[in-house]
């Protein structure tokens, strides 16, 4: 059965979407810890980062890189966090977070079901600052 994320990478269920390659996609976090809150996921469904072969590592940590300098642009913030969780998705996934403090990370704090116009101009916000 196709993960949560394999059915909003095949348009199954509706995303606000940031980037999208050959390897991987970017989406607005619906439960956000802040506002710019995205997930960057692979295409390929690997579970746990540690399964991940070197080639996809790399690639994930270069486009978190690129999307995390427009974010940072969009969001003003001290940092963008990388975090990888992966608990609630067996989907790897990495989420990246505009933040001011550890505080701006709290997932028991997220908005959950952020409306989907939010994400909509959130991403487009992103996205205007991509190279």
């Known amino acids: 059965m ?3 994320f394999t059915r ?3 348009r199954e269920l509706p995303a606000a979407f940031v980037w999208e390659d050959d390897r991987c996609v ?3 976090a619906k439960d956000a810890c802040h506002a710019g809150h995205l997930l960057v996921v692979p295409r390929d469904e690997v579970d746990h980062w540690l399964d991940a072969d070197d080639d996809l590592l790399a690639h994930l940590l270069r486009t978190c890189r690129t999307i995390a300098t427009a974010q940072q642009a969009a ?3 001290e940092r963008v966090a990388l975090l990888v969780v992966g608990l609630e ?3 790897l996934h990495l989420h990246l977070v505009p933040i001011d403090g ?3 990370v709290d997932f028991a704090r997220a908005r959950r079901d952020v409306p989907m116009e ?3 101009a959130n991403a487009g916000a992103i996205k205007g600052r991509l190279p």
């Open 2 to 4: 196709p993960t949560l």
């Open 8 to 10: 909003i990478i095949d």
């Open 26 to 28: 970017a989406f607005m």
């Open 75 to 77: 969001f003003p913030s």
């Open 89 to 91: 998705v067996p989907h």
């Open 102 to 104: 550890m505080g701006d």
């Open 118 to 120: 939010e994400l909509e």
